[in-house]
């Protein structure tokens, strides 16, 4: 499987709810064109443990997407970069919501 972590601050006049609304129909779109497997939950970072230890970044949330192989992930980008329908309106209501983004991806060893 090959996977992207997001992670971001929400603008300040978003809230939360609001964009796990957006997400949840992005990421349901983006399913049925099969361009993504599927996405954990949303999580709130927790800095105030040890276990924490990275002090350059300071974003408050992050979500994991999975994709079934690169030629996926390859496929869902380029759909993104299309600006088209309904792809276009899903992923604006989400990426409108966010600040301070940054996306890392990772595919499993077998």
Known sequence: MFHMLSWF?????????????????FVEQMQALHL???SGPI???QSDT??????DRKQQYFVI???RDRPQVD????????????GKLAHGAVYSKVVNS???????ID
Do not use: N
């Open 65 to 67: 997407m999975t994709f």
């Open 43 to 45: 999580g709130q970072r």
């Open 50 to 55: 040890p276990m924490d230890t990275d002090d």
């Open 36 to 38: 993504v497997e599927s």
């Open 9 to 25: 601050d929400l603008k300040p006049e978003q809230d939360i709810q609001a964009f796990k609304c957006s997400y949840g129909h």
């Open 75 to 86: 496929k869902a980008y380029a759909y993104i970069m299309e600006y088209i329908e309904p």
């Open 102 to 108: 940054y996306f890392i991806c990772w595919q499993d």
